[in-house]
């Protein structure tokens, strides 16, 4: 009996159930019928590849009917359907339904390409049951999975691999719970009321929101992969650094990594890829991030971001020998600015609020900073630690004050030290005090409200 797969799937099934009833039952139809494509498909000789079309197409119908319902039937007018005697159903949207989605179909076609020689029911449910990438990824592998959480040499506690997981999870949390949350308040604040805010303040809005996004996924990324390092398993690397990024291209090779993956090797490389010509290249591009865009939300605004997205990374190949030749610093100011202004659209209720908020920061009319942003950055910690160090400014200063250190500690770690990821082993004593500070911290910071952005998707 494959006792460690089963604790696994109970785990995901526990972590999963809190998520709302519906949603539950969701992921366990989802479960049911992928599994019986796949071992349809693992026990076929002919119509493989039909098998296959038919549960990528159902998946992808299931994805697209829970994000784009609501805006289909508010395009139906309420006399129309009371006329009918149609009662519109509540749809919650599942949580991590994305996720667990492209998983779904990543297992099938493993199955399909003989990546995976058996579909095995335990395996199955072990590898989309994993709870640490259950509802936000990374998108691991298939096959790659199942073979760590078969692997029995793992079933062996491994102190070095623990301290390395309390060491990832601790700084995860910490950039979640303190970095993030203190940038969501004050994003929110001028997403609630730019016609007050100024000038400055929708400049630096837009700069906290392009912060608040980064340590709510980078500190997931790491806590992801923290707790799986306990138990002895290694997660793909999902989140490098992208804010270091010289090109959007760079830019999407360093964010979300299993996911761009995935695009890439699910729509690109089918559609051609870079194989049929430039023109196909350039047209395979805007397909691809026309998807993404569909996929990480519904209506007009997330389309437009993906379609510049893909616009941009055109037109740098286009000028590929001259832009390579631009220094690099000049590179990284207009990859960083570019990001910025998209992820201004990204969180705007709609085209016409993205609009608007930006004509108003070109604007520069008023350069005066809002008492309401500033307040966004009065902690009890700030406070107290303003107090140890016998910093005593009027009340507006000292959350000037805060603000600027909380900015300049962003750029820091955006910019500066290597990637958690990429330096996980690395384990010195002022390391793990470090670890330990932001452990206890983010403890502190821990309440209710606090969600992920990507959860939602």
Same mark, same amino acid.
């Given at each position: 009996?494959?006792?460690?797969?089963?604790?696994?799937?109970?785990?995901?099934?526990?972590?999963?159930?809190?998520?709302?009833?519906?949603?539950?039952?969701?992921?366990?139809?989802?479960?049911?019928?992928?599994?019986?494509?796949?071992?349809?498909?693992?026990?076929?000789?002919?119509?493989?590849?039909?098998?296959?079309?038919?549960? +990528?197409?159902?998946?992808?119908?299931?994805?697209?009917?829970?994000?784009?319902?609501?805006?289909?039937?508010?395009?139906?007018?309420?006399?129309?359907?009371?006329?009918?005697?149609?009662?519109?159903?509540?749809?919650?949207?599942?949580?991590?339904?994305?996720?667990?989605?492209?998983?779904?179909?990543?297992?099938?076609?493993?199955?399909?390409?003989?990546?995976?020689?058996?579909?095995?029911?335990?395996?199955?449910?072990?590898?989309?049951?994993?709870?640490?990438?259950?509802?936000?990824?990374?998108?691991?592998?298939?096959?790659?999975?199942?073979?760590?959480?078969?692997?029995?040499?793992?079933?062996?506690?491994?102190?070095?691999?623990?301290?390395?997981?309390?060491?990832?999870?601790?700084?995860?949390?910490?950039?979640?719970?303190?970095?993030?949350?203190?940038?969501?308040?004050?994003?929110?604040?001028?997403?609630?009321?730019?016609?007050?805010?100024?000038?400055?303040?929708?400049?630096?809005?837009?700069?906290?929101?392009?912060?608040?996004?980064?340590?709510?996924?980078?500190?997931?990324?790491?806590?992801?992969?923290?707790?799986?390092?306990?138990?002895?398993?290694?997660?793909?690397?999902?989140?490098?650094?992208?804010?270091?990024?010289?090109?959007?291209?760079?830019?999407?090779?360093?964010?979300?990594?299993?996911?761009?993956?995935?695009?890439?090797?699910?729509?690109?490389?089918?559609?051609?890829?870079?194989?049929?010509?430039?023109?196909?290249?350039?047209?395979?591009?805007?397909?691809?991030?026309?998807?993404?865009?569909?996929?990480?939300?519904?209506?007009?605004?997330?389309?437009?971001?993906?379609?510049?997205?893909?616009?941009?990374?055109?037109?740098?190949?286009?000028?590929?020998?001259?832009?390579?030749?631009?220094?690099?610093?000049?590179?990284?100011?207009?990859?960083?600015?570019?990001?910025?202004?998209?992820?201004?659209?990204?969180?705007?209720?709609? +085209?016409?609020?993205?609009?608007?908020?930006?004509?108003?920061?070109?604007?520069?009319?008023?350069?005066?900073?809002?008492?309401?942003?500033?307040?966004?950055?009065?902690?009890?910690?700030?406070?107290?630690?303003?107090?140890?160090?016998?910093?005593?400014?009027?009340?507006?200063?000292?959350?000037?004050?805060?603000?600027?250190?909380?900015?300049?500690?962003?750029?820091?770690?955006?910019?500066?030290?290597?990637?958690?990821?990429?330096?996980?082993?690395?384990?010195?004593?002022?390391?793990?005090?470090?670890?330990?500070?932001?452990?206890?911290?983010?403890?502190?910071?821990?309440?209710?409200?606090?969600?992920?952005?990507?959860?939602?998707?």
């Amino acid at each position: 009996m494959k006792l460690g797969p089963l604790l696994i799937i109970v785990s995901g099934l526990v972590f999963y159930y809190f998520a709302g009833k519906d949603s539950f039952v969701l992921l366990l139809i989802s479960c049911a019928v992928n599994y019986l494509f796949a071992l349809l498909i693992s026990r076929m000789t002919k119509g493989k590849k039909t098998a296959l079309i038919i549960a +990528v197409s159902v998946n992808a119908g299931l994805l697209l009917f829970y994000k784009y319902i609501h805006i289909i039937l508010g395009y139906i007018p309420n006399d129309v359907l009371s006329k009918a005697f149609v009662k519109v159903p509540e749809f919650a949207f599942p949580l991590g339904i994305s996720f667990f989605t492209f998983q779904q179909i990543m297992y099938v076609v493993n199955v399909y390409k003989g990546k995976i020689s058996k579909a095995d029911i335990t395996d199955y449910l072990a590898y989309i049951m994993y709870f640490p990438k259950l509802i936000m990824g990374p998108l691991a592998e298939p096959s790659d999975l199942i073979a760590q959480i078969n692997d029995l040499s793992k079933r062996r506690i491994n102190i070095d691999n623990i301290t390395t997981g309390i060491k990832l999870f601790s700084f995860g949390l910490f950039k979640k719970l303190v970095l993030a949350e203190t940038f969501k308040a004050a994003a929110d604040w001028g997403f609630t009321n730019p016609d007050i805010a100024t000038s400055i303040d929708l400049i630096l809005v837009m700069l906290f929101y392009t912060f608040e996004i980064y340590f709510d996924f980078s500190g997931y990324s790491d806590m992801a992969v923290g707790v799986s390092k306990m138990i002895n398993i290694d997660l793909p690397l999902n989140f490098d650094s992208p804010y270091k990024a010289v090109s959007v291209r760079d830019f999407w090779r360093r964010w979300h990594v299993s996911l761009t993956g995935f695009f890439t090797e699910y729509i690109y490389f089918p559609l051609g890829g870079s194989r049929k010509g430039r023109i196909r290249t350039y047209i395979n591009i805007m397909t691809v991030f026309l998807i993404s865009g569909i996929w990480h939300g519904s209506g007009l605004v997330f389309i437009l971001w993906g379609a510049i997205h893909g616009i941009l990374q055109v037109l740098e190949r286009l000028l590929d020998k001259v832009f390579i030749k631009i220094p690099k610093v000049i590179r990284w100011i207009y990859t960083f600015v570019s990001v910025n202004f998209l992820w201004l659209l990204f969180n705007s209720g709609s +085209v016409r609020q993205w609009y608007s908020i930006v004509l108003k920061m070109i604007r520069f009319e008023d350069l005066t900073i809002s008492k309401a942003l500033l307040k966004s950055f009065r902690l009890p910690e700030t406070s107290m630690l303003l107090d140890v160090f016998n910093i005593n400014l009027p009340k507006n200063q000292n959350d000037l004050l805060i603000l600027v250190l909380f900015t300049l500690a962003a750029f820091v770690i955006c910019l500066i030290p290597k990637n958690n990821y990429r330096n996980q082993d690395k384990k010195t004593v002022l390391n793990m005090i470090l670890a330990g500070l932001c452990l206890v911290w983010a403890v502190l910071c821990i309440n209710a409200s606090a969600v992920f952005i990507y959860q939602g998707f």
